[in-house]
């Protein structure tokens, strides 16, 4: 009886004690990939305080390969002479390269609005991020879902 | 001379929002894929792409490996007055394709 129960309590620690050691496993290259997104976002603008809005990203919650993504993003602006936006530039946190493209709307611009298409590496979030003619930051922030990433050998081309 | 396909309405109002695609034909080699013998592909990219128009520029992009092969870009263009819609790409060795489309605004 008194066996049976510590055999139970044995296993329920050790299932806690994988549990943690796994979630320290996942944790660790989330880390270690935030930092190169930031430093890349460091690079691009600085250390400009970044607020949250302004931005919608339309990206499919499910790729089924991360070759071609389509990807469409629409800041909120009247982009008139005074108040426009400058850029926008794509950041994609887990891809060996987070710098996806930076995008500059001259005068001629009617619209801050633009769509392409990317390359995702696997699951990951797509950070959007507008700088505009005030010099202030904004950002958005999509996570999609990637079943085959572009960075896995395929011999097919998109 | 890589294939290029753009799409300019004909005409427009003066003062429309007017929405532009262009497409060039290109591989866009991100520098990770390896061929056949295990050797990676080395790096081959567009860099820039840009669209200018009645004198001043719409949109205008610096391409990274992270985009997609053959890039694909569709933007919004203020119809002022009829002109050519300029557009230009430069790869990586400087190789400049450009193409033309004519705008007339009424």
């Known amino acids: ?158 | 001379m890589p294939n290029t396909r753009i799409r300019v309405p004909k005409t427009a109002k003066a003062g429309d929002a007017v929405e532009i695609r262009a497409i060039i034909q290109h591989p866009m080699e991100n520098g990770f894929r390896l061929d056949s013998q295990g050797t990676p592909i080395p790096v081959e990219i567009i860099t820039d792409f840009s669209c200018t128009y009645d004198g001043g520029e719409v949109f205008s992009v610096k391409l990274e490996p992270g985009l997609s092969a053959n890039p694909y870009f569709s933007f919004f263009l203020k119809a002022t007055k009829s002109g050519p819609v300029d557009f230009r790409w430069v790869d990586q060795d400087g190789t400049i394709t450009t193409a033309t489309e004519q705008l007339d605004v009424t």
């Open chain 1, 1 to 158: 009886m008194t066996d049976q129960n510590d055999s139970a309590a044995w296993s329920r620690r050790g299932v806690l004690a994988g549990l943690g050691a796994g979630v320290m496993l996942l944790a660790m290259p989330v880390r270690a990939d935030d930092v190169s997104v930031a430093q890349a976002i460091t690079d691009t603008f600085g250390t400009t305080p970044r607020q949250d809005g302004k931005i919608t990203l339309k990206l499919p919650p499910l790729a089924e390969t991360g070759n071609t993504v389509p990807l469409t993003v629409t800041v909120d602006s009247p982009m008139s002479d005074t108040e426009r936006v400058k850029r926008v530039v794509v950041f994609a946190n887990r891809n060996p390269r987070p710098l996806i493209a930076i995008m500059t709307f001259g005068p001629r611009a009617a619209t801050a609005e633009f769509s392409t298409n990317m390359r995702l590496s696997g699951t990951q979030d797509v950070i959007a991020m507008a700088e505009l003619s005030d010099g202030s930051i904004w950002q958005a922030q999509v996570r999609v879902l990637v079943t085959v990433g572009a960075c896995d050998t395929l011999q097919l081309r998109y």
